[in-house]
């Protein structure tokens, strides 16, 4: 019985989670240009570590999808 209830907290806690993720997601400020902005400035910063430790390659290759992404972002995603 008591391994029900372990079970039965965990169903409730990973329920909780997903629907507060996805409110989180469906409110209108996270849909906005800014967030589009702010997933690109963190995109870069990892382009360039990956540039720093992989080399030129990597970085262009890493910055091509986050431009891509961004305009993604702002054409569809903010729609």
Not at 45 to 53: K, N, P, R, T, Y
Not at 71 to 79: G, I, T
């Amino acid at each position: 019985m008591s391994k029900f209830i372990k079970n039965s907290a965990k169903k409730f806690v990973v329920v909780g989670l997903i629907l507060s993720l996805v409110i989180l997601f469906s409110s209108p400020g996270f849909a906005s240009k800014e967030a589009c902005e702010n997933a690109l400035i963190k995109c870069g910063v990892d382009a360039a570590i990956a540039g720093l430790i992989s080399g030129p390659q990597s970085f262009l290759a890493y910055a091509a999808g986050c431009l891509i992404g961004y305009s993604w972002c702002l054409k569809y995603y903010n729609a």
